[in-house]
Every structure is written in structure tokens, then in C-alpha cells.
């Protein structure tokens, strides 16, 4: 099994930043995508940003040129800069990997508890 510890949530205005940061550990022997995803109040959770091990990078459209999505390999480790933050970004933030447990499984999605972001004045 896989567990996630995210930290970084928290409460902050219009127009400011917040990091967040998703460690993977357990029975991990690859992570092919690591990212994030949020759920608003009454809304269907959708992708924040997302990060596979060759770099590629993916956002969803209401966070590009915003939010940037990184990852440190060497610790299992994705992170989410959130820069010009809007009220309508206030969501919980989900930390998402696809990892692979043993060479020439599948990878299997696992997601983190979340944390939540509050924008507001």
C-alpha cells in the first residue's frame, strides 16, 4: 500500500500564494504520474495539475498560467505553487500518484486525504 502526507493548506487572500506538497511512501517501486486534483462545495472534483516521470506536464484549464506542478523523484515528493490566488480556487486539494508496487505490475491510483485551501478577504 501506498500512503500520501500532504501539508501546505491553509487560508489566504485574493491574489496571494500557497505551496503545497504531497509525500508518496510505503511499497513504492516506480511513480509514473504524481499531481493534484480539487473538489469545490457542490462541484465534481476535477484536475488541478499533473506530472508524469518523464516531466511531461498537464493542467487543467482554470489554473494554467497560475499554478505550477512539480515533483522531486528522489523523495517521492509532488508540489503545487499556487500563485494569484482567486476565491474560486478555494477547494480541498487532493494529492493524486499512479504508482507500480513491483516491476511489470500495473500502476495503481492512490489518492491523499486532502487539504484545504480557503482564498478569501
Known amino acids: 500500500q501506498v500512503q500520501l502526507v500532504e501539508s501546505g493548506g491553509g487560508l489566504v487572500q485574493p491574489g496571494g500564494s500557497l505551496t503545497l506538497s504531497c509525500e508518496a511512501s510505503?511499497?513504492?517501486?516506480?511513480?509514473?504520474?504524481m499531481g493534484w486534483y480539487r473538489q469545490a462545495p457542490g462541484k465534481e472534483r476535477e484536475l488541478v495539475g499533473t506530472i508524469t516521470s518523464g516531466g511531461r506536464i498537464n493542467y487543467g484549464d482554470s489554473v494554467k498560467g497560475r499554478f505550477t506542478v512539480s515533483r522531486d523523484s528522489a523523495k517521492d515528493t509532488v508540489y503545487l505553487q499556487m500563485n494569484s490566488l482567486k476565491p474560486q480556487d478555494t477547494a480541498v486539494y487532493y494529492c493524486?500518484?499512479?504508482?507500480?508496487?513491483?516491476?511489470?505490475?500495473?500502476?495503481?491510483?492512490?489518492w491523499g486525504k486532502g487539504t484545504l485551501v480557503s482564498v478569501s478577504s
Open positions: 493524486y500518484v499512479n504508482v507500480r508496487e513491483a516491476w511489470g505490475t500495473y500502476g495503481v491510483d492512490s
Open positions: 510505503g511499497e513504492i517501486f516506480s511513480i509514473d504520474v
